[in-house]
Each structure stands twice: as C-alpha cells, then as structure tokens.
C-alpha cells in the first residue's frame, strides 16, 4: 500500500469537493452563515465524513501488513516477517461490500461505494483483511488466484472494519 495508492482512492472525494466548491462560488451561493449552517454542514456529513472514516479505518488495518498472491497461495507479509498459506489452509474468503459494488454497478450512491474488503479465515482461526486499499480489484485477484475457496459476500450498508482486539 503506497502513498499513491492513498492518493488514488481519495481521488473521487476530491473531486466532488472541487465540484460542489466551484458550484457554489459560481452561483455565488456563499454569502452568510445560514448557507454554511443549512448546505455545506450536511454536504460534509453525507459525503465527506463517511468516506474519511472508511479510509482512515482501512488505512489502520491495513498499514503494517502487504499481500503477494500466486495462483493456490498467499504470501501475509507484516513487519518483514513472510507468511505463507496454502489454498488447502484457507476456510473461505468473506467480502464485505454495499449493494452497488455487489452487484458490480457502474453507478453509485455514495462515494464509500468504492470501499470494500475482504477477510480470509483460515483453518487454524487465523484471519486477515485485505481491503481495497490494496488493489481496486481485491476481489477479482482472489477469486483469480484462489478459485478453489468459498467466497461468501456480504451486503453491507456502511462497509467498516470492526476494531479487533490486537494480539487474537
């Protein structure tokens, strides 16, 4: 996960930023503080903050940990030390993902709609997240690489990691 990649995914966000700001100043809109109070606020709040939260979420989960995947394999790489599962060592894969990226729609309702990840469960109890942050098309290198595994995928409104306890 890079800079770039950060860059990439917050990308949309900008542009609707830009967009509502430029439209606003060219209707000349932004004149007193009931606009700002009754407009822009709950802009933020439907747009903005979903998405800031998402990725800082995802940002936390998946800052320490980078992924190789080969046909059968995973190589779960975390603080230098290389991990390697077999197909036959992994349970089933579980995305998480809104009804518009489930249903693969090229339109979306929210800018979050973009955000999506998937948990690996292995045998042994072991899991790991690898979200979107990663690739853009997460799901279809698993499904690729891993073809042998259940994948299960979960419609979810709001698609957030729920905190885990560290050291499980």
């Given at each position: 996960?890079?800079?770039?990649?950060?860059?990439?995914?917050?990308?949309?966000?900008?542009?609707?930023?830009?967009?509502?700001?430029?439209?606003?100043?060219?209707?000349?809109?932004?004149?007193?503080?009931?606009?700002?109070?009754?407009?822009?606020?709950?802009?933020?709040?439907?747009?903005?903050?979903?998405?800031?939260?998402?990725?800082?979420?995802?940002?936390?989960?998946?800052?320490?940990?980078?992924?190789?995947?080969?046909?059968?394999?995973?190589?779960?790489?975390?603080?230098?030390?290389?991990?390697?599962?077999?197909?036959?060592?992994?349970?089933?894969?579980?995305?998480?993902?809104?009804?518009?990226?489930?249903?693969?729609?090229?339109?979306?309702?929210?800018?979050?709609?973009?955000?999506?990840?998937?948990?690996?469960?292995?045998?042994?109890?072991?899991?790991?997240?690898?979200?979107?942050?990663?690739?853009?098309?997460?799901?279809?290198?698993?499904?690729?690489?891993?073809?042998?595994?259940?994948?299960?995928?979960?419609?979810?409104?709001?698609?957030i990691i729920p905190l885990r306890r560290r050291g499980s």
């Amino acid at each position: 996960m890079t800079f770039y990649r950060q860059i990439k995914a917050l990308l949309r966000l900008s542009f609707v930023i830009c967009f509502f700001i430029l439209l606003f100043i060219y209707l000349d809109l932004v004149q007193d503080l009931k606009f700002y109070l009754y407009v822009i606020l709950p802009l933020i709040l439907i747009f903005v903050a979903p998405v800031l939260i998402i990725h800082i979420n995802y940002y936390l989960e998946s800052r320490k940990v980078s992924y190789e995947i080969y046909k059968e394999k995973i190589y779960i790489i975390v603080n230098d030390k290389k991990l390697t599962y077999h197909i036959g060592e992994i349970k089933e894969i579980i995305f998480y993902m809104t009804a518009n990226k489930l249903k693969d729609s090229a339109s979306s309702n929210f800018l979050y709609d973009y955000y999506y990840y998937a948990k690996i469960i292995f045998f042994n109890n072991d899991e790991t997240i690898v979200t979107c942050l990663h690739s853009d098309n997460i799901d279809q290198i698993l499904r690729d690489n891993l073809n042998d595994v259940d994948i299960v995928k979960i419609k979810t409104f709001y698609p957030i990691i729920p905190l885990r306890r560290r050291g499980s």
